[in-house]
């Protein structure tokens, strides 16, 4: 089926030569088409430009079945990528929410037990079905905010048995829903209370046991490391690291959260795809990323709930860096995957300017989980994954307007997605 999106008040991130990510100054600039038309094909956007030159192009509209939308004082974007998420999780935690509240830290609430273990217990007490059921609401959800592809972790498994279950229910995502998917192997999350006083067994188990079987049943893209204080050191990361290295996963780092940890060091040395979070970097972190091809990822929404300090995204930026945005999407940290409330916090929290928090949310997070290919913009040949705004006066309004739900249309695979199509 072809669509013509007509009249279009602006066209975002719409490009005629797709980068694979923008870095430094040039995340300040962005490509928009005023008064423009947008064609779709079979899933595919086949063409787009000014709405002038829109009848010179009426031959590259086939016979086929055509859908229409007018878009007069609307904007269309290409679909958020959201490059970490811990999406597939069992049951809450907003008991550790009220704990917060009363003062106790991230780190105070996991040695007791709460945090990253308590979903481990929750998950592990959850059949595969319902873990489905509960993940794909959130899934529908982001879906309705304006995300088209996103990056979902395993790590609330923590034993071989419970690590597949998470791998296998993102895999069945994966192939049901129209949302692109990219599964990351997180054994090395948390050490399980069973491992205490012998956290190298259970390292064994990661690499000798679960690795393997990720592997084989062909379960993940990523592997990623929580190297952070209280988590795993350098040391342990880096054998981690290695062994995914050996059956092909490519390294993330969850890293220098809590702490100046070495985990962003440790991420550039095994050519890791991101280094996430990043609350604690400075002089040192910015010289280890420069030149390389490791995207750092900000998650303002984690650092917002745990009140934790911002990450300097100035400084990375100005330092010539590229920054992606993500939304950490999970139970403990960070739990909503919204999108559009992230690109706000990014200018707001972040100073990132709306051109800047744009690119961090399409072509740079598109790169950080490896799709920048066919994902993160609108580009001749590229995915149809796009959305529609409700009226606007301005692309600058869509982050201002912070508490506003401003995504009108979803179209997923060139197909629109409507609340009675169960996506
Ligand atoms: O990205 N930092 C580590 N892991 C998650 C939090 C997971 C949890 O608290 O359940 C994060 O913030
Ligand atoms: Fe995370």
């Known amino acids: 089926m072809m669509i013509l999106i007509r009249n279009i008040r602006g066209l975002v991130q719409a490009e005629d030569i797709p980068k694979d990510r923008v870095c430094g100054k040039d995340m300040s600039v962005l490509n928009l088409i005023t008064d423009a038309y947008l064609l779709i094909d079979s899933g595919f956007i086949k063409d787009f430009g000014a709405m002038k030159d829109l009848p010179s192009k009426m031959g590259l509209i086939s016979e ?13 974007f290409p679909s958020f990528c959201d490059p970490h998420t811990h999406i597939v999780y069992a049951g809450s935690r907003e008991s550790e929410f009220t704990d917060k509240i009363r003062g106790l830290s991230y780190e105070e609430i996991a040695r007791r037990g709460g945090g990253i273990l308590n979903s481990a217990k ?61 599964s990351t192997f997180l054994g090395a999350h948390a050490v399980p209370d069973e491992y205490k006083g012998r956290r ?43 062994a995914g290295l050996k059956y092909g996963l490519i ?48 998650l303002p929404g984690s650092a917002f709930f745990l009140g934790l300090p911002d990450p300097p995204a100035r400084k990375m930026i100005d330092a010539g860096l590229g920054i992606a945005l993500a939304s950490d999407y999970n139970p403990g940290s960070s739990p909503s995957g919204n999108m559009k409330l992230v690109m706000s916090l990014g200018c707001i929290r972040l100073k990132m300017l709306p051109e800047e928090a744009i690119n961090a949310v399409t072509v740079n997070s598109a790169y950080a989980m490896g799709i920048s290919e066919t994902h993160g913009s609108i580009a001749r040949g590229k995915v149809a994954n796009v959305f529609i705004t409700k009226e606007m006066p301005s692309y600058e309004f869509f982050p201002y307007a912070y508490g506003s739900n401003l995504v009108e249309t979803v179209i997923l695979k060139g197909k629109i997605i409507n609340g009675e199509t169960n996506p």
């Open 251 to 298: 390294p993330k780092i969850h890293g220098n959260e809590l702490d100046f940890s070495g985990g962003v060091q440790t991420g550039v040395k095994y050519g890791a795809l991101s280094v996430d979070h990043l609350e604690h970097s400075g002089s040192e972190e910015i010289k280890a990323l420069k030149g390389t091809g490791t995207m750092p990822t900000l």
């Open 200 to 242: 190298n067994e259970y390292i064994d188990v990661i690499i000798n046991e679960m690795i393997p079987v990720v592997a084989s049943e062909q379960l993940a893209d990523f592997i990623d490391v929580f190297c952070d204080t209280g988590f795993f050191t350098v040391e342990e990361t880096e054998q981690i690291l290695m």
């Open 64 to 76: 086929k079945e055509i859908r229409e939308i007018d878009a007069r004082g609307k904007y269309v």
């Open 122 to 182: 929750l998950l592990h007490e959850t059949s595969d079905n319902e873990l489905f059921i509960q993940s794909m609401k959130r899934i529908h959800e982001i879906i309705f905010m304006g995300t088209g592809a996103v990056e979902i972790k395993s790590g609330y498994g923590l034993n071989s048995e419970d690590e597949i279950k998470m791998l296998r229910v993102i895999k069945r995502i994966r192939e049901s829903s129209p949302i692109e998917v990219r």
